[in-house]
């Protein structure tokens, strides 16, 4: 199974930024369409932003405009750039292929906005 491993989250302030970045062993990282997912206290687990092989991104909703998903493929790395965060932002981050029904799943990272 693919081993993603997420880092970067901490406290942060309202307004504040933080950018994630997620690493993979996995040489066949480029040909995965990737995501960005979270879970909130007592929330089922739900996609944030995702980009395909091309770069082409699509965000939820309540992100959009203040988060930015990107990838460097040679670095088998993907990020989330995090700006203007709101306390409702405060979730475990993951990052994973974009595909229904994944089991497997790296212990990401906490992102705690509060003042």
């Known amino acids: 199974q693919v081993q993603f491993v997420e880092s970067g989250g901490g406290l942060v302030q309202p307004g504040g930024s933080l950018r994630l970045s997620c690493v993979t062993s996995?040489?066949?990282?480029?040909?995965?369409?990737m995501a960005w997912y979270r879970q909130a206290p007592g929330k089922q687990r739900e996609v944030v932003a995702s980009i395909t092989t091309g770069g082409s991104t699509n965000y939820l909703a309540f992100v959009k405009g203040r988060f930015t998903i990107s990838r460097d493929n040679a670095k088998k790395m993907m990020y989330l750039q995090m700006n203007n965060l709101k306390p409702e932002d405060t979730a475990v981050y993951y990052c994973?292929?974009?595909?229904?029904?994944?089991?497997?799943w790296g212990k990401g990272t906490l992102v705690t906005v509060s003042s």
């Open positions: 996995d040489s066949l990282f480029r040909f995965y369409e």
């Open positions: 994973n292929q974009n595909l229904a029904g994944i089991t497997s």
